[in-house]
């Protein structure tokens, strides 16, 4: 966890909080970062995707100033992070893979102490720690020590501290990892909050659902390249693969459609899927062409339908299809010195 002031004074570049440009980190041979280009409009979330060791914390590390690029250049709420990481500290905030609070400290007295180590008064960080412990509902526990809390807790804590300073631009490596799905509604929703307040967002996530639900665009990375980004729809048009849901008016009729439509030779009808539990015939569509073909056929043999639908591939389905990896939590493969 690192928690960073917001100064309202901080020069802004163009509409971006974040430009990135050729950024690179090596560990020996391994290429880590290989020239990423990267922006974050402000008021955003961006969702940094990829597999394991593709690049992620390490990027977040790089923009944080927890490491020095080898080469590139990054600006992030107006201030570049090699040259004046100082001034930079104190507009973002950072919460690693890990909570990384003060064990033996209690909650109130960890949020506490990150307030004053931020400038805040005494009467403004004990108010701040007040406001983020029962945002994370943590007010019951604020006055045990954090060793006693579940992971669940020290992370909702862990959260709660890198946002004391209402950082201009807070980077999340992975932060719900771990949590149970109520803690994790929580979680999203205070990060919905801070957004509507202005704040910017870079999130890394493997939780597809997680992604769909904050990023307002996305960004794919692999083995240290970015290998493609845009909007969740954007990228699923990408892909491709869309699939046509057909809702006959007789369930009974269902087997005989997927029938007809195999008959008809048309690319890809052949995997049209009959789906009992749901009443529906999936179809792959690979054109508006091939769509009008489908529905048409089946009006021409007398099939009366209650429902038409197209569907865009789930964003599991994209990330397997971009990076032919599979969307577990994992971390990016970081020496331990560098991790420390």
């Known amino acids: 966890m690192v928690g960073m002031t917001r ?11 974040v430009e990135v440009r050729g950024l690179v980190k090596h560990y020996g041979s391994t290429k880590a970062l290989d020239g990423v280009d990267l922006d974050v409009r402000e008021g955003t979330v961006l969702g940094v995707l990829g597999p394991n060791g593709a690049g992620k914390t390490t990027l977040v590390r790089c923009l944080s100033t927890l490491i020095v690029p080898d080469a590139g250049h990054a600006v992030v709420a107006g201030y570049d992070v090699v040259k004046q990481p100082r001034q930079l500290r104190r507009t973002i905030g950072l919460t690693g893979q890990y909570a990384s609070v003060d064990e033996k400290l209690s909650g109130w007295e960890n949020l506490y102490m990150i307030g004053r180590l931020l400038d ?25 020590a954090a060793m006693d809390y579940s992971g669940g807790m020290r992370r909702r804590l862990d959260l709660a501290a890198s946002m004391i300073g209402r950082p201009a631009v807070l980077y999340l490596d992975e932060p719900t990892t771990g949590l149970d799905p109520r803690t994790r509604n929580e979680v999203w929703d205070e990060v919905q909050r801070m957004v509507a307040e202005g704040a910017t967002v870079l999130l890394t996530t493997q939780y597809m659902e997680e992604a769909e639900q904050l990023a307002n665009e996305l960004t794919v990375i692999d083995r ?3 290998i493609a980004n845009g909007g969740v729809d954007e990228l699923k048009a990408k892909v491709g693969g869309r699939t046509l849901h057909i809702r006959p008016s007789d369930p009974a009729q269902l087997p005989a459609m997927a029938q007809a439509l195999r008959e008809t030779g048309l690319d890809g009808v052949a995997g049209a899927q009959v789906v009992p539990d749901e009443g529906l015939l999936y179809v792959p569509i690979l054109s508006d062409e091939q769509l009008t073909a489908v529905i048409g056929l089946l009006g021409a043999r007398g099939y009366p339908l209650a429902h038409v639908a197209t569907a ?5 389905e994209v990330f397997l299809a971009i990076t032919g990896e599979k969307s577990t939590s994992a971390t990016d493969t970081i020496p331990a010195e560098v991790a420390a």
């Open 120 to 144: 805040l008064s005494r009467k403004a960080a004990r108010a701040r720690a007040d406001e983020l412990l029962e945002r994370f509902s943590l007010t019951d526990a604020a006055r045990r």
């Open 312 to 316: 865009l591939p789930s964003l599991d």
């Open 7 to 17: 100064n309202d004074k901080n020069p802004r570049n163009g509409t971006n909080a």
């Open 224 to 226: 240290g390249r970015i």
